[in-house]
T-cell receptor, first 113, second 112 residues
Framework: GEDVEQSLFLSVREGDSSVINCTYTDSSSTYLYWYKQEPGAGLQLLTYIFSNMDMKQDQRLTVLLNKKDKHLSLRIADTQTGDSAIYFCAESPDSGGYQKVTFGTGTKLQVIP | NAGVTQTPKFRILKIGQSMTLQCTQDMNHNYMYWYRQDPGMGLKLIYYSVGAGITDKGEVPNGYNVSRSTTEDFPLRLELAAPSQTSVYFC???????????FGPGTRLLVL
Protein backbone atom coordinates (compact mmCIF):
# COMPACT_ATOMS: atom_id res chain seq x y z
CA GLY A 1 0.00 0.00 0.00
CA GLU A 2 0.90 3.64 -0.06
CA ASP A 3 3.41 4.88 2.47
CA VAL A 4 4.62 8.37 3.36
CA GLU A 5 7.64 8.82 5.61
CA GLN A 6 9.03 11.81 7.45
CA SER A 7 11.53 12.40 10.20
CA LEU A 8 9.82 13.04 13.54
CA PHE A 9 11.61 16.13 14.78
CA LEU A 10 13.47 19.23 13.58
CA SER A 11 14.89 22.06 15.63
CA VAL A 12 16.01 25.38 14.11
CA ARG A 13 16.93 28.84 15.35
CA GLU A 14 14.62 31.76 14.68
CA GLY A 15 15.59 33.47 11.44
CA ASP A 16 17.19 30.36 9.93
CA SER A 17 15.64 28.31 7.13
CA SER A 18 13.87 25.06 7.94
CA VAL A 19 13.79 22.14 5.55
CA ILE A 20 11.36 19.31 6.20
CA ASN A 21 11.73 16.20 4.05
CA CYS A 22 9.31 13.50 3.01
CA THR A 23 9.42 10.37 0.87
CA TYR A 24 6.45 8.54 -0.59
CA THR A 25 6.01 5.25 -2.36
CA ASP A 26 2.92 5.61 -4.55
CA SER A 27 3.98 6.44 -8.10
CA SER A 28 0.40 7.36 -8.97
CA SER A 29 0.39 10.26 -6.51
CA THR A 30 -0.90 13.34 -8.28
CA TYR A 31 -1.35 15.79 -5.44
CA LEU A 32 1.34 16.21 -2.81
CA TYR A 33 0.48 18.28 0.24
CA TRP A 34 1.97 19.98 3.22
CA TYR A 35 -0.31 20.49 6.21
CA LYS A 36 0.40 22.36 9.43
CA GLN A 37 -1.02 21.35 12.80
CA GLU A 38 -0.73 23.77 15.69
CA PRO A 39 -1.17 22.49 19.27
CA GLY A 40 -4.75 21.48 20.03
CA ALA A 41 -5.94 22.19 16.49
CA GLY A 42 -6.81 20.30 13.35
CA LEU A 43 -4.73 20.16 10.19
CA GLN A 44 -4.59 23.19 7.93
CA LEU A 45 -3.45 23.03 4.34
CA LEU A 46 -0.24 25.03 3.86
CA THR A 47 0.43 24.34 0.22
CA TYR A 48 0.33 21.60 -2.38
CA ILE A 49 2.07 20.71 -5.61
CA PHE A 50 1.02 18.71 -8.62
CA SER A 51 3.19 15.77 -9.58
CA ASN A 52 4.04 17.36 -12.93
CA MET A 53 5.74 20.29 -11.18
CA ASP A 54 9.27 20.49 -9.76
CA MET A 55 8.89 23.49 -7.53
CA LYS A 56 6.28 25.79 -6.07
CA GLN A 57 6.95 28.97 -4.14
CA ASP A 58 4.45 30.73 -1.91
CA GLN A 59 5.88 33.64 0.10
CA ARG A 60 8.23 32.06 2.68
CA LEU A 61 7.40 28.53 1.60
CA THR A 62 9.19 26.60 -1.16
CA VAL A 63 8.14 23.09 -2.11
CA LEU A 64 10.54 20.93 -4.11
CA LEU A 65 9.50 17.69 -5.74
CA ASN A 66 11.85 15.03 -7.09
CA LYS A 67 9.44 12.67 -8.74
CA LYS A 68 12.12 10.20 -9.77
CA ASP A 69 13.20 9.71 -6.15
CA LYS A 70 9.68 10.26 -4.78
CA HIS A 71 11.04 12.94 -2.49
CA LEU A 72 9.20 16.06 -1.38
CA SER A 73 10.59 18.87 0.73
CA LEU A 74 9.22 22.00 2.37
CA ARG A 75 11.53 24.91 2.97
CA ILE A 76 10.44 27.69 5.31
CA ALA A 77 12.57 30.81 4.94
CA ASP A 78 13.22 33.11 7.91
CA THR A 79 11.59 30.69 10.34
CA GLN A 80 9.61 32.36 13.12
CA THR A 81 8.47 31.09 16.51
CA GLY A 82 4.93 31.05 15.12
CA ASP A 83 6.06 28.36 12.69
CA SER A 84 6.49 25.91 15.59
CA ALA A 85 4.02 23.14 14.80
CA ILE A 86 3.76 19.64 13.38
CA TYR A 87 4.06 19.48 9.60
CA PHE A 88 2.45 16.63 7.71
CA CYS A 89 3.36 15.51 4.24
CA ALA A 90 0.50 13.81 2.38
CA GLU A 91 -0.31 12.43 -1.04
CA SER A 92 -3.42 11.66 -3.03
CA PRO A 93 -4.01 10.09 -6.45
CA ASP A 94 -6.39 12.92 -7.29
CA SER A 95 -7.88 16.02 -5.69
CA GLY A 96 -7.83 15.45 -1.93
CA GLY A 97 -11.26 17.00 -1.52
CA TYR A 98 -12.82 13.71 -2.49
CA GLN A 99 -9.98 11.20 -2.70
CA LYS A 100 -8.22 9.11 -0.09
CA VAL A 101 -5.28 11.05 1.30
CA THR A 102 -2.32 9.22 2.82
CA PHE A 103 -0.55 11.15 5.56
CA GLY A 104 2.98 10.90 6.85
CA THR A 105 3.79 10.62 10.54
CA GLY A 106 4.39 14.36 10.89
CA THR A 107 7.56 16.34 11.66
CA LYS A 108 7.53 18.43 14.80
CA LEU A 109 9.30 21.72 14.11
CA GLN A 110 10.72 23.48 17.14
CA VAL A 111 11.87 27.07 16.61
CA ILE A 112 14.35 28.31 19.18
CA PRO A 113 14.21 32.08 19.84
CA ASN B 1 -19.34 29.55 7.95
CA ALA B 2 -18.29 27.59 11.01
CA GLY B 3 -16.57 24.99 8.81
CA VAL B 4 -16.20 21.58 10.47
CA THR B 5 -17.19 21.41 14.12
CA GLN B 6 -16.64 18.51 16.50
CA THR B 7 -17.98 17.77 19.96
CA PRO B 8 -16.90 17.04 22.60
CA LYS B 9 -13.39 18.49 22.72
CA PHE B 10 -12.26 16.01 25.35
CA ARG B 11 -13.75 12.93 26.97
CA ILE B 12 -12.66 10.27 29.42
CA LEU B 13 -14.36 6.88 29.06
CA LYS B 14 -14.18 3.72 31.12
CA ILE B 15 -13.46 0.45 29.36
CA GLY B 16 -16.68 -0.97 27.92
CA GLN B 17 -18.57 2.32 27.83
CA SER B 18 -19.96 3.69 24.61
CA MET B 19 -20.09 7.17 23.16
CA THR B 20 -20.75 9.12 19.99
CA LEU B 21 -18.36 11.68 18.60
CA GLN B 22 -20.26 14.35 16.74
CA CYS B 23 -19.15 16.02 13.52
CA THR B 24 -21.01 18.68 11.56
CA GLN B 25 -20.03 20.69 8.51
CA ASP B 26 -21.84 23.65 6.98
CA MET B 27 -20.04 23.78 3.64
CA ASN B 28 -22.43 21.40 1.84
CA HIS B 29 -19.60 18.95 1.23
CA ASN B 30 -20.55 15.51 -0.01
CA TYR B 31 -17.44 13.79 1.30
CA MET B 32 -16.76 13.32 4.99
CA TYR B 33 -14.03 11.44 6.83
CA TRP B 34 -13.06 10.24 10.28
CA TYR B 35 -9.39 9.88 11.20
CA ARG B 36 -7.57 8.95 14.34
CA GLN B 37 -4.20 10.39 15.21
CA ASP B 38 -1.84 8.50 17.46
CA PRO B 39 1.51 9.98 18.55
CA GLY B 40 4.18 9.52 15.89
CA MET B 41 1.76 7.61 13.67
CA GLY B 42 0.16 10.23 11.46
CA LEU B 43 -3.52 10.05 10.61
CA LYS B 44 -5.30 6.80 9.90
CA LEU B 45 -8.65 6.73 8.11
CA ILE B 46 -11.41 5.04 10.12
CA TYR B 47 -14.52 5.54 7.96
CA TYR B 48 -15.59 7.81 5.16
CA SER B 49 -18.76 8.81 3.38
CA VAL B 50 -19.32 9.99 -0.18
CA GLY B 51 -22.81 11.30 0.50
CA ALA B 52 -25.86 10.98 2.69
CA GLY B 53 -26.75 7.33 3.20
CA ILE B 54 -23.40 6.01 1.94
CA THR B 55 -20.51 5.02 4.19
CA ASP B 56 -17.46 2.83 3.78
CA LYS B 57 -14.59 1.47 5.84
CA GLY B 58 -11.15 2.99 5.90
CA GLU B 59 -7.90 1.47 7.15
CA VAL B 60 -8.81 1.00 10.83
CA PRO B 61 -12.62 0.55 11.17
CA ASN B 62 -12.70 -2.13 13.88
CA GLY B 63 -14.48 -1.01 17.02
CA TYR B 64 -16.26 1.90 15.33
CA ASN B 65 -19.47 2.57 13.48
CA VAL B 66 -20.74 5.54 11.50
CA SER B 67 -23.93 6.81 9.94
CA ARG B 68 -24.68 9.59 7.48
CA SER B 69 -28.37 10.47 7.54
CA THR B 70 -27.80 14.05 6.40
CA THR B 71 -25.18 15.88 4.33
CA GLU B 72 -24.13 17.92 7.34
CA ASP B 73 -23.64 15.28 10.04
CA PHE B 74 -21.30 12.31 10.28
CA PRO B 75 -21.25 10.88 13.83
CA LEU B 76 -18.72 8.23 14.90
CA ARG B 77 -19.87 5.64 17.41
CA LEU B 78 -17.71 3.64 19.80
CA GLU B 79 -19.76 0.76 21.22
CA LEU B 80 -17.36 -0.89 23.68
CA ALA B 81 -14.49 1.45 24.43
CA ALA B 82 -11.05 -0.12 24.74
CA PRO B 83 -7.73 1.45 25.84
CA SER B 84 -6.47 1.02 22.27
CA GLN B 85 -9.03 3.60 21.22
CA THR B 86 -7.30 6.31 23.23
CA SER B 87 -6.45 8.81 20.53
CA VAL B 88 -7.28 12.15 18.97
CA TYR B 89 -10.12 11.91 16.47
CA PHE B 90 -10.44 14.28 13.54
CA CYS B 91 -13.40 14.73 11.27
CA UNK B 92 -12.87 16.24 7.82
CA UNK B 93 -15.00 17.13 4.83
CA UNK B 94 -14.38 17.87 1.18
CA UNK B 95 -15.82 18.01 -2.30
CA UNK B 96 -14.79 17.31 -5.87
CA UNK B 97 -14.19 20.98 -6.50
CA UNK B 98 -11.63 21.32 -3.72
CA UNK B 99 -8.01 20.31 -3.56
CA UNK B 100 -8.09 19.45 0.11
CA UNK B 101 -10.19 18.22 2.97
CA UNK B 102 -11.12 20.64 5.73
CA PHE B 103 -10.47 19.42 9.25
CA GLY B 104 -12.31 19.95 12.50
CA PRO B 105 -10.44 20.83 15.72
CA GLY B 106 -10.43 17.25 16.99
CA THR B 107 -11.79 15.26 19.92
CA ARG B 108 -9.30 13.94 22.44
CA LEU B 109 -10.48 10.61 23.89
CA LEU B 110 -8.94 8.81 26.84
CA VAL B 111 -10.12 5.28 27.66
CA LEU B 112 -9.16 4.04 31.10
Amino acid sequence: GEDVEQSLFLSVREGDSSVINCTYTDSSSTYLYWYKQEPGAGLQLLTYIFSNMDMKQDQRLTVLLNKKDKHLSLRIADTQTGDSAIYFCAESPDSGGYQKVTFGTGTKLQVIP
Amino acid sequence: NAGVTQTPKFRILKIGQSMTLQCTQDMNHNYMYWYRQDPGMGLKLIYYSVGAGITDKGEVPNGYNVSRSTTEDFPLRLELAAPSQTSVYFCASGSRSQETQYFGPGTRLLVL
